[in-house]
């Protein structure tokens, strides 16, 4: 019923598209419009018709509550006071995050590689604090953190004694003005600030920078005739709201029963298909190919020159759209926090991701005189803008690439026909094609949408270097003493593909894993599949790269790595947990 509900409303959204008195009484800036809102919105649809309907919501890991993860028991012994830590299996603590204003010591820990910290030292099991306590001391306050190997970080805890009882007591004050107890408010606002500062450098991601440099002319254009401040309003409001739409649709899929996250728009060829028309009409646009009367190719000239709030707001949820394929530092620990909790916690994240990647605009609008000392708007502009068709026309042909893994070579075939129609139709439009030639010109962009009614999903495997994971294949190599390196990636995820030409698919890193055994196995993320869904969340993670190696001792936990690698911090991190340095 629901891979019904998904065709249907599919064919829905491009009905009309497939008649040409719809098209004549429609201008194709508004097709765009309603395009970008398919290519939101069909994920939604398309991740509940492919999805496994198995997979319950309750495969998702449920994490411990802190002081449930992490037990602290204060005995008093020869002026000063041991503070016994119990940590749950699968839970750490780490030695840095131990602080107190009483003189303290901690013992040695075992050396870890942090994605946010770097090398630090963590506790396992249990660990003894030694606070000394003076004559004068009447509380005993200890600040902690921890994570649990699973991918969730908590927020930074703070615990007090009674110095004469030792008995576990409040700090003093206070609750948030919304009534919600402080140490909860400080939880968001902690989480709240990792999705803000993820958000802020998702604006410095490849995925972004052919839109953003959109954004740019257009806020220099603007900062010129003093209009700046409603347009970075309007942008602003067009990417958060995006990025709520995107964290809805994930809510209403993992409330039909699947586990998805980050990205997962990506994994529906008919939102690939629907991109690569998409980036293929912005390139045209972008070359200067604007037909009279009809204004279809006015979409693109709104995006750089600014006809309206309306035309900033769609470049905020383009901007979206694009970065999907990316994952900032941050980003993870904040999602894999948001997908644990209530909805309107899980929205607040969201919202925040797009707060921070809005920043930088609305800066530059509430600072009209920054904005000024952007280059004047001149013929540099229009020549900036014929360059930028060279990475839009990379990604339609990156977005191509992506689709030959998703659909059938027929369906390619099909949808680079379609781009192809798309130019070719807005070329002689461009060049007031009339009589015949219009018609065939006409033909030609209604055809050209077309194949996504006819695009045939088909599941293919590109694993290699690595080898194909299976949760059965982990188990059998870690009982024969075998060291694993995983990769869970997708042809999709530019963060994924740059980590594994720098990093991963580079002779030092075969030289690495060959001397020390390592079998290196890849989980391909790029079409929807039940098991590494379970497989991400079973980390706390809720989309891509996800880098975990498992060392040989099969009753060692699994070390997680950063999302963003880098050679020398790799080798590092595989070595130490080997244990060879």
């Known amino acids: 019923m629901k891979a019904g509900i998904h065709s249907t409303t599919h064919a829905h959204c491009f ?87 009483l003189p303290m010591t901690t013992p040695a820990g075992l050396a870890f590689h942090d ?77 709240a600030l990792a999705a803000f500062i993820g958000g802020l450098i998702l604006n410095l ?144 994240v969201f919202a925040c991701l797009g707060a921070g990647m809005a920043a930088p605009f609305l800066v530059l609008g509430l600072m009209p005189g920054l904005a000024r000392r952007l280059p004047k708007p001149g013929p540099w502009m229009e020549r900036f803008k ?15 690439w992506v689709l030959s893994h998703q659909a059938s070579s027929t369906s390619l075939l099909l949808v680079s026909a379609g781009c192809l129609a798309l130019v070719i139709g807005s070329g002689l439009l461009a060049h007031h094609a009339q009589g015949a030639k219009r018609v065939i010109a006409w033909s030609l962009l209604v055809a050209s949408l077309l194949p996504m009614l006819a695009i045939q999903a088909e599941s293919k495997s590109s694993t290699e270097p690595g080898q194909a994971w299976s949760a059965e294949r982990v188990a059998t190599l870690r009982q024969q003493g075998s060291p694993v390196f995983l990769n869970v990636t997708a042809d999709w995820c530019i963060t994924c593909l740059a980590n594994e030409k720098v990093v991963l698919d580079t002779d030092a890193t075969r030289d690495l894993f060959a001397r020390h055994g390592v079998i290196y196995l890849k989980a391909d993320w790029t079409r929807p599949d039940p098991a590494i869904d379970a497989l991400l969340a079973s980390f706390g993670r809720s989309g891509v790269p996800l880098y975990v190696f498992y060392p040989a001792n099969p009753g060692a936990s699994p070390v997680v790595l950063p999302q963003i690698l880098r050679p020398d911090t790799f080798k590092a991190a595989i070595e130490g947990t080997i244990g060879t340095k």
């Open 15 to 101: 009905y009309c598209f497939a008649t040409q008195s719809c098209v004549v009484s429609m201008s194709l800036h508004r097709i765009v419009h309603i395009l970008l809102l398919c290519v939101l919105s069909l994920p939604a649809l398309a991740g509940l018709g492919e999805r496994n309907p198995s997979l319950l919501a309750g495969d998702t890991p449920r994490f411990l509550p802190v002081h449930e993860a992490y037990r602290a028991t204060a005995i008093r012994e020869d002026g000063r006071v041991r503070v016994q830590w119990q940590i749950a299996d699968g839970y750490y603590l780490y030695r840095h995050a131990f602080k107190s204003p």
């Open 205 to 348: 991601m490849p995925c972004v920078f052919p839109v953003l440099s959109l954004k740019i002319i257009a806020i220099t254009t603007h900062a010129h005739r003093g209009s700046t401040l409603g347009h970075a309003l309007s942008y602003s409001a067009g990417v958060i709201a995006s990025f709520l739409l995107v964290g809805g649709a994930l809510l209403a899929i993992r409330a039909g029963g699947a586990t998805v996250g980050w990205g997962f728009q990506l994994q529906s060829p008919y939102v690939i298909a629907a991109l690569a028309w998409l980036f293929t009409g912005i390139s045209i646009t972008l070359w200067g190919w604007f037909m009279p009367g009809l204004r279809w190719l006015g979409v693109g000239q709104s995006l750089t020159e600014g006809s309206g709030p309306g035309a900033s707001f769609f470049t905020g949820a383009l901007a979206v759209v694009v970065a999907s394929p990316c994952t900032a530092p941050f980003m993870a620990t904040a999602l894999g926090y948001a997908i644990t909790q209530p909805p309107a916690i899980t929205l607040t």
């Open 386 to 400: 014929h360059w930028l068709v060279l990475p839009m026309a990379a990604a339609v042909a990156w977005l191509l």
């Open 115 to 191: 994605e946010f910290f770097g090398d630090t030292e963590v506790y396992y099991s249990q660990v003894d604090v030694l606070v000394d306590t003076p004559p004068d001391t009447t509380i005993i306050t200890l600040h902690f953190q921890g994570c649990a190997d699973a991918g969730l970080c908590y927020p930074p805890e703070t615990l007090h004694w009674d110095a004469a009882t030792l008995l576990p007591i409040k700090a003093p004050a206070a609750t948030a003005t919304s009534g919600i107890p402080m140490e909860a408010a400080q939880s968001l606002a902690w989480i």
